[in-house]
T-cell receptor, first 109, second 113 residues
């Protein structure tokens, strides 16, 4: 079993759609949680951290359920520029990041 | 404020050769981590350097080694290259080894023929 597992993609959605990504992790000692965005052949960039209380940044909402070891990302009112691969990431003690395999999102006009 | 810089951007090698990749951390950062990202996969942690020592290591063979210099820059060395070593190699820097965010460089794309 992979340490971080994400929904298989790709997700193909029209502009304006709401899309949800799910992620589970196996290490109960994981300390921090993130969503990164990676454009084709580019480096991953931090999209947002994820907190147990849930957090929102504009059209993006992230949720964490430590009991279920589950992380989610909701994107509302999708834009063409949201097209990218979304990586679920957990950080374990010492700072090591563990990435999911990524879910590709394609937003169409 | 310079971000994380990596060199070279692209590299082509043949099986059995050796390669050295370089990384300069973001200004103010003292910790460097290296990741390997194969096509269609998420990045995999190779190792982390802090205070010129390897602090953590992922599940990579001894062919993968590294170094950190007093100015916090780092090198990743891979010996006896295999076809399967073809990947994007990413360097990330952060401040300390706690929970500070990691910032990634553009990566070095290594192709093994």
């Amino acid at each position: 079993r992979k340490e971080v597992e994400q929904d298989p993609g790709p997700f193909n959605v029209p502009e304006g759609a709401t899309v949800a990504f799910n992620c589970t992790y196996s290490n109960s000692a994981s300390q921090s949680f993130f969503w990164y965005r990676q454009d084709c052949r580019k480096e991953p960039k931090l999209l947002m951290s994820v907190y147990s209380s849930g957090n929102e940044d504009g059209r993006f909402t992230a949720q964490l359920n430590r009991a279920s070891q589950y992380i989610s990302l909701l994107i509302r009112d999708s834009k063409l520029s949201d097209s990218a691969t979304y990586l679920c990431v957990v950080r374990v003690q010492g700072g090591k990041l563990i990435f999911g395999q990524g879910t590709e999102l394609s937003v169409k006009p | 404020d310079a971000g994380v810089t990596q060199s070279p951007t692209h590299l082509i090698k043949t099986r059995g050769q050796q390669v050295t990749l370089r990384c300069s951390p973001k200004s103010g950062h003292d910790t460097v981590s290296w990741y390997q990202q194969a096509l269609g996969q998420g990045p995999q942690f190779i190792f982390q350097y802090y205070e010129e020592e390897e602090r953590q290591r992922g599940n990579f063979p001894d062919r993968f080694s590294g170094h950190q210099f007093p100015n916090y820059s780092s090198e990743l060395n891979v010996n006896a290259l295999l076809l399967g070593d073809s990947a994007l190699y990413l360097c990330a820097s952060s401040q300390g080894i706690s929970n500070q965010p990691q910032h990634f460089g553009d990566g070095t794309r290594l192709s093994i023929l």
